[in-house]
């Protein structure tokens, strides 16, 4: 039943074979070995599998791999610039403590991707509604907010640096 | 000399974990390892008749199938009360009746739906008050030493008296005397649970494991392996953890199937936890039916206080069993009342049993207290905040369980919540709007719960000039490695950026308790002073012994390069004298002339110089230290001074209450915490921010419906997280009062805000609506249930 | 191995093809989001999946003489939507509070209707905007009113071989306020422990109510409409005590259960409190629309 798909993740173009029940997240991890998405719950209410599929944010364990097929996905391991420096979302997250045990940090920091492509300059309010499925048991999300306007700074500030993959 | 690294907020040093680069146990794969999956019971209360695994045996790919007949009948837990795998009967549902290894999770899934276990239902009970009646089915016919029972309490009275309790009640003018409960809660880590075991020829175990402690998880696996006649030790090796908040303190059953199973198959096994799994068999906070008495005399002074607990252990023994230890801190010591008196009583019941979680049993406590609290003031007529300055506590007082208070910033806290919330104007209107506030003491400098209290550190120079700190400590998100590196940095004069820290490898790592009680970041900076001190004197010699030679060639040497360069007229003889030395940013110089670019020299090259000596005489630079705090184990009269100091607060809370619908709407909420002296203010606000959304879940959604001892709602729709849209306007004022048994000033911040966050909420509640709901947590339903009973 | 085999046709013509063609042995997704976790608790078993994502037809909103939205038009495509923003705000309400920004990237307000449960989101503003369900199958194309469309949980009229295709909605008249009020336990990640959608038009004095729809989700094995309550409206000049009254001709025709998300009697505590509420909002909007 395996069938062979191609697509692109952060930029690079892959051809992987998979069964029709498997979720992008499996292929993700497993196949193509970027474990930063990470499983917490695979019923699509943690949101720390949250990858980004032609820009837009969506929980990769239930997300079909097959649907991925021509697609342009996007993950954490694609924010980090070729000559190895942090994206400023990910720099503001340590700037302002928007991480604690890390297990959720890969998939907020996608969410907060999503939002800033779409609203670079986003309110309090913005920002909460847009990673209300990013769920964070350590930091009761007010560093992860002030983490996300800080990038929202950084990145006005810094508007020629964009991840791979876009 | 003005601190410089200590007091600021640094950023995050775990760059790892926003890039995704972090490695948690998810993401961690060996050679021939095998996927490891768990069949529990489907029934609360029942003997196993009979298991055929014959299919499952059979099914391509199964590596091995254990029961409990099939496995050494070795017993494990904290009261030795159960085996890994179950062989007499099931008590709870998450009771473990078979295991397999199998080459995949598919595998292995398929495999325990093809295990029959044959049960024979026995009477079940999950009321732990039920459960302490005579005719109560018996949850453990014998003990762990084969001895009949004939209850279902646990050995552990649970008591404290002080002073004389029926005298005071005589004294009291006003008395108060009520019951609340509280429910399950569960930790609810990002991380599932998870472990890898595997064995080398010589039997020797590797467990990873996300334990909190890693040398307490290694006596446990050791001795297990003696009793399953084994003849190897562990080795315990911790990667990321996905967060803690006391899940991972104790070694859990999952693990030691993961050990008999990759005994059984000579193959490394995984188990790792899906998230139903992790409500339905990882152990949560256990509910407590608490009544409470207190009086006061006329002027709101409080004379006694009685407590009782009834804490509903579920089928088997965690440390969940344990928390009146902590209990006791709030129950004998918040605020000043001489006369106490305190029983718990730990039941068994058919339900899932209970562990650790952040707080350690004083968030149930401080509940019932500081419920109780506001009754008592309204039966004496004086204001929440009044009432609870009249009686706060002070610095350098001893408590009746015999804890030393030093420094105690809790009239502080509570007069910050009074002008911050404007408490006057809003306090005692029942319109729906009210205002409520809790106090809380913790733990601030360890908890001696066991003979030791001790963090073992070493501190380790190489020829670059970078340190590496090698501590017996776990990071779980709490910013240690942070923090670590900025008390280094103080203690050392070397930059916070040249530290590394290398944690998690029990074959390396110095011993330690474990990264638990709030306690690491005042163990670990005693330990830093202690070894920092030592990698400076051993550096300073060094550099005497070295920077005269290094220095003079250097002058030579600029001198022949340039010939305008003048050889400056220093006596070089005074770098001979350590102590005319000192090391600042990774550079050692002359005390007396700082400035002087000439005579300073980077630690990398006096380091280099001694490791490359040539003649048999070389030196490297390693300091330990092994810090064990002058705290005290209780006593048998649960007495004596558990931590060397005590972290004290008040959160006061604003909430509206929709009268129609009885939903809760936090409108400001001051969080004013004594944390002794922040290392990193933005860190301690996070432990803070954290702890108190986690306190307020506990307030208002969070709860485990267990029904008949079977979890409800195991996943996150509906065990009810707070999420980034529910948001609670949090001021957090930090209160430096400088702790003299502190390392640089600080105490431990890890768990308290968690504590007052649910009796804040209930009382400003109460306060809103005109009466008192009794229960966790303030469900909208329950809320609006009060209000329509009001005055029936 | 237990798999199925995934389908991804190009159009409607193909997807109504594979579904003639594997019948009861295929299952049709929108978004998918359920099943995922359906199959791998083993409450679904397909033989095949058919994937309605790639079906550029299903996934539209226009807005001419009428309001059409496609079936396999995301939650999230309709809470960016500038139609929906602007005139149906009780559809914004509803899919703008469903899920995640991730769920509401895959999850289409077909399945949402499809699936048939009582807490439907979508299901009670799309009964009070009296929207008409579209539909094509082997038979040709036929439509129904939503309100005739639940049969119970988890079962519509959709016959085998059918697919929803669109809904289409009406214009409201110009003097018309609607909303849609999801009650939950938290702001985010939640099912509605109660629904209350209500839409109410207003005559030429911005007073009388010429129209009443009340559609509740979690109020009854299927997602209703207060016929009662409405007809009650009608006619009157609404203000609170009116809309009060209504709200407890809604709790007494609804027949809500107890739940882990909620007990019986609250739920009908809270159709008299909401609806009331919900028939507020409206007015302020009817107002505002007037005034805009």
Redesign the interface.
Known sequence: ?R?TIRFTVNGDPVEVEV???W?LLRVLRDELELTGAKMGC????C?AC?VLVDG????S????A??A?GKQVLTIEGLVSPDNELHPIQQAFLEKAGVQCGFCTPGMIM?AK?LLDMNPNPTEDEVR??L????CRCTGYVQIVESVRHAAELLSKNTKRTGTGE | MAEQFVGKSFPRFDADKVTGRARFINDIKAPRMLCGKILYSKRPHARIAHIDTSKAEKLHGVRAVLTGFNTPDVRVGFLGDQTALKRDKVRQFRDEVAAVAAINE?TAEEALELIHVEYEDLPAVFDPIEAMKEDAPLIHEVDARGKPRRNNILPLPWKLEAGDVQKARAESAFVVKDTFKTTWVHQVCMGTSGCIAEFDVNNNLQFTSVTNVPFGGKDRLDMFLRNIGIKGSTRILTPYVGGSFGSKLDTDIYEFIAVLLAWKTKCPVKILFDRQEEFAASPPRQPIVGTVEQGCDKDGRLKFRVVEMILDNGAYTSWGATTPSVMMVPISTLYRVPNISFRATCVYTNNIYAQAMRGYGNPQATYVVEQSMDQLALEAGIDPIEFRLINANEPNETSPMGLKITTCPMKECLEEVKTRLDWKKKQGKHDGHGVGVACFLHVGGGARVYRSDAQGLILKVDDEGKMTAITGGTDQGQGSETIIRQMVAEATGFRPQDVNIFQGDTEICPWDVGTHASRHAFMVGHAILMAGAQVRAKLLAMASTWMGQLISRNLQKKARQDSDFKVPDVDLNLLSNPENLDISNGQIFLKSDPENKLLRLPVAQIVRSAHMVGTGRGEMIVAEAFYDPPNEMLNAEGKGNLSCCYTFGAHGVEVQVDQ??GQVTILNYVAAHDVGRAINPMLVKGQIYGATIMGAGYGL?EEM?VNAGRV??PN???Y?L?????KIPIDAVIVEPIEPSGPFGLKGIGEPACVPAAPAIANAVADAIGVRIKDLPL???KV?AAIKGKGK | ??????L?PASLKEALELLGRHGEKAKLVAG??D???Q??KKIISPEY?I?L?NVPELSFVTYESDLKIGSATTH?SLELSPVIREHFPILLDAV?NL?????R??ATIGGNICNAAPSADTAPPLLALDAVVHMAGPQGERAVPIAEFFKGPSRTVLASGEIVTHFSIARPSPNTGMAYWK?T???????P?LGVAVLLSFGPDGKTCTKARIGLGVAAPTPMRARKAEAFLEGKAIDRAVLDEAGKTAAAEASPRTT????QW?RE??IR??VRRTGMICMERAKGAAQG
């Open positions: 039943m069938r069964q029709p029940h979720p695979g019923e699509g209410e949101g949250t837009k944010p969506i929980n364990c239930i997300y079909p097959l649907e097929e969410s999503a509604h847009a209300a499925g990013n769920f | 598919e129609e619908t959604t419906q409800m709602n996150l729709l509906d009810k707070l999420t980034a849209k529910d469900s909208p339903e609006l | 191995m237990r798999t199925f085999e995934y991804k998918g989001t099943l995922m976790v199959w791998k999946v994937s994502r999230r703008s899920g995640s920004v991730q769920v990237n895959s009650h336990r938290r702001k985010a990640m939640d099912l422990i882990i998300r909620g007990s609250y505590e809270m409190v909401l």
